[in-house]
């Protein structure tokens, strides 16, 4: 025979709340381990300009006698990645000699920079010389000054780079580099910092 069951033992069901602190104590934990072990992508910005307007193209090319005349206002530096090797163009000359030579390839196919850096260098002294005084410009980013020599021609930090269209980007980043310092005895000499990226053949 069964019992009635007592009406005084019936209970309102109990809520129950999810306990999440160990989950959050398990994530606040995990966060700095995984930054800690996790590989971060690393980029370096390549600073370059664009094209000049044409109107401020070169000056007029020196005379054969020499490029130091005091009325010559342009270097006109260029270098084309050429598929036989390196042109270097200087007062917007295009015939063999003093303004205009070409750097062969390597025996392996590759260009050789460090001839080409050599060569920079050359004409650096020859052509460029010594700063003749200083200018600051605002740095952007920081908000500060930048000091930088001034040349007897304008374009004295310049160089313009040109490349066939089948060029790898890594080769031309290469050539950058190249043109902006010579390290003699260890210790960075500035060669052409500015560069400028000409249309691509």
């Known amino acids: 025979m069964a019992f009635k069951p007592s009406l005084k033992k019936k209970r309102e069901p109990e809520s129950t709340e999810l306990n999440l602190l160990p989950v959050m104590n398990l994530i606040i934990v995990l966060i700095p381990l995984l930054l800690s072990v996790a590989k971060l992508t690393e980029m370096a910005l390549l600073e370059y300009l664009p094209p000049a307007e044409a109107a401020e193209g070169a000056g007029a090319a020196p005379e054969e006698g020499g490029g130091s005349g005091g009325e010559q206002t342009n270097l006109s530096l260029l270098v084309n990645l050429a598929e036989t ?82 060029t790898p980007f890594q080769v031309v ?29």
């Open 173 to 201: 980043v290469n050539a950058m580099d190249v043109c902006r310092y010579r390290s003699i005895d260890g210790e960075k000499q500035e060669l052409f910092p500015v560069t400028l990226l000409k249309q691509f053949q």
């Open 85 to 166: 090797g390196l042109q270097v163009s200087m007062f917007n000359k295009v015939d063999p000699g003093p303004y205009f030579f070409e750097i062969p390839l390597k025996p392996d196919g590759s260009y050789d920079f460090e001839t080409f850096n050599a060569r920079l260098w050359d004409i650096k002294q020859r052509e460029v010389g010594a700063p003749i005084g200083v200018d600051s410009l605002v740095n952007e980013k920081t908000g500060r000054y930048d000091v930088f020599p001034v040349y007897k021609y304008k374009d004295g930090r310049e160089i313009s780079i040109t490349a066939v269209g089948k």
